[in-house]
């Protein structure tokens, strides 16, 4: 059984900063991607940032120099640093994860549960 957990989240004014952590856990080989999405209220879906599964970053244009992705290995944990944050940034942030559980196995992708952030005055 594997999970991914989110946490973070919250209520923050306009420029002010966050920290999102993605937690993975259970029965893992190996980690190939992760990422993170975020769901408005109008239910669109955007790819946020990402790591490729040789460890390269990928951000969308409208977080780029604002939002830092990084990961610790040891821990199976991802982090989503997002500063100078603005009301259209306000959405549902998701990790998702494409992982093995076993040796040679299957790649299953994994997701999170969600973690609500709120950019409001």
């Known amino acids: 059984q594997v999970q991914l957990v989110e946490s973070g989240g919250g209520l923050v004014q306009p420029g002010g900063s966050l920290r999102l952590s993605c937690a993975a856990s259970?029965?893992?080989?190996?980690?190939?991607?992760m990422a993170w999405y975020r769901k408005t209220s109008g239910n669109q879906r955007e790819l946020v940032a990402s790591f490729n599964s040789s460890g390269n970053t990928n951000y969308a244009d409208s977080v780029k120099g604002r939002f830092t992705i990084s990961r610790d290995n040891a821990e199976n944990t991802m982090y989503l640093q997002m500063n100078s944050l603005k009301p259209e940034d306000t959405a549902v942030y998701y990790c998702?994860?494409?992982?093995?559980?076993?040796?040679?196995?299957?790649?299953?992708?994994?997701w999170g549960q969600g973690t609500q952030v709120t950019v409001s005055a």
């Open positions: 259970g029965s893992i080989f190996s980690i190939g991607t």
């Open positions: 998702n994860s494409r992982l093995q559980t076993r040796n040679s196995g299957p790649w299953y992708l994994y």
